[in-house]
Each structure stands twice: as structure tokens, then as C-alpha cells.
């Protein structure tokens, strides 16, 4: 069973505006949740990350909400730009930040000019 | 700061052959972990290692695959004999130490034929 669902397979949105990801989770142990961003043929590179005790976290355009009752949390990149375009995927973690990662399939971001 | 390093990139073999893969973690991180990717889905947990002890091995096919962290630094990952359902991409990834993000090697695409 998934554990980590990204449902979107893909998204597109125009440059300069707003992409949101959307991820979802049922284990309740999980208690650190990342975002990892991922070119062709190149491995995932880290994006932001959230434990499960804030609701927010935010580093540049990018902001991480994680609603902890629903077992939501979404990405947030403002403003989206030509270089945004990429696989992203949603990873959580238990075991106090010391587990492997648990993947969603990821959201495959494409913005337009 | 170098980053994760991996070998070979690409690596094609026939069914029931043998292979290996090579990872160089970054330097001073502790714990280092092996994910497989098949294509469309998001990587999956095969090992953890802390230093040179196995911390997580459950989702290991441990009939076929096995792997060793000689020493707290580098690691091979080998799998034999291979089978067709072993093509993936095989990452190797390291974090200083626990809630802090991983970081991923450019990856080794295998294909089995």
C-alpha cells in the first residue's frame, strides 16, 4: 500500500504565477515530511523540509504547509519559473528524522512561458 | 563541498549475470542508504547504513541483493543473479545525521535483458 500519494501525475502552470503540489500520507508515524526536486538523469536534489511540530516553513518561493489532522501537505512556489519545470517528489520520514525516505510517485511540474 | 558520487552511470547485463555498484558518500556523513527507482514510481528504501552497521535491510531481496559499507565510507551495492524486473535507477544517497535532509548521487541506470 502507499504510504506518501502525490495523485497529480503532473501540473502545468504559466510563468510568474502560483504552483502548488499537493501530497498525502496515512502513517501517522511519520513525522518529518520533504520536498525533492528531480531532472533527467540527474539524481533528487532537496528542496525544503517540514517537522510535523510547525505548520510552515518557508525559504525563498518556496513554502511547505502541512496540515497534520488531514495528512496533507502541499508545495508552494511563487513566482514559478522556466526552471521550476521538473519531477516533484513529496518524501516522509519516521523514526525522529532517522528512517529511509518513504516516496510518493511525484508530480511531474511543467511551466509555460 | 563534493557531492555524492556513483559508478558506473549506465550498466547493461543480461539476465541471471552479476553486477555492482559503487557509492562515495559526502564526506563525514554517518548514515548512508540505497533506493532503487523503477520507472514512474518514486524510490524505494532497499538499505540503511549507520557507519558500517545495517540499520534498515526489511526491503532488501536479500535471495539477490546484498551490500556492505566497509570501513564507515564507501559502499557496493551487488546484485546476483540479476532479473528483469531489477531495471531501475539505483541511488545512493548520505545525511550528516538524523533530520537532516539526504543527499542523492546522480544515480546507476540498470537494464537487464
Known amino acids: 500500500d502507499q504510504q506518501v500519494k502525490q495523485n497529480s501525475p503532473s501540473l502545468s502552470v504559466q510563468e510568474g504565477r502560483i504552483s502548488i503540489l499537493n501530497c498525502d500520507y496515512t502513517?501517522?508515524?511519520?513525522?518529518?515530511f520533504l520536498w525533492y526536486k528531480k531532472y533527467p538523469a540527474e539524481g533528487p536534489t532537496f528542496l525544503i523540509s517540514i517537522s510535523s511540530i510547525k505548520d510552515k516553513n518557508e525559504d525563498g518561493r518556496f513554502t511547505v504547509f502541512l496540515n497534520k489532522s488531514a495528512k496533507h501537505l502541499s508545495l508552494h512556489i511563487v513566482p514559478s519559473q522556466p526552471g521550476d519545470s521538473a519531477v516533484y517528489f513529496c518524501a516522509a520520514q519516521g523514526g525522529g528524522g532517522a528512517d529511509g525516505l518513504t516516496f510518493g510517485k511525484g508530480t511531474h511540474l511543467i511551466i509555460q512561458p | 563541498e563534493a557531492g555524492v558520487a556513483q559508478s558506473p552511470r549506465y550498466k547493461i547485463i543480461e539476465k541471471r549475470q552479476s553486477v555492482a555498484f559503487w557509492c562515495n558518500p559526502i564526506?563525514?556523513?554517518?548514515?548512508l542508504y540505497w533506493y532503487q527507482q523503477i520507472l514512474g514510481q518514486g524510490p524505494k528504501l532497499l538499505i540503511q547504513?549507520?557507519?558500517?552497521?545495517?540499520?534498515?535491510d526489511s526491503q532488501l531481496p536479500k535471495d539477490r541483493f546484498s551490500a556492505e559499507r566497509l570501513k564507515g565510507v564507501d559502499s557496493t551495492l551487488k546484485i546476483q543473479p540479476a532479473k528483469l524486473e531489477d531495471s531501475a535507477v539505483y541511488l545512493c544517497a548520505s545525511s550528516l545525521r538524523d533530520l537532516q535532509a539526504q543527499f542523492f548521487g546522480p544515480g546507476t541506470r540498470l537494464t537487464v535483458l
Open positions: 547504513f549507520q557507519n558500517n552497521g545495517v540499520v534498515d
Open positions: 564526506s563525514g556523513h554517518a548514515t
Open positions: 502513517n501517522s508515524m511519520f513525522d518529518y
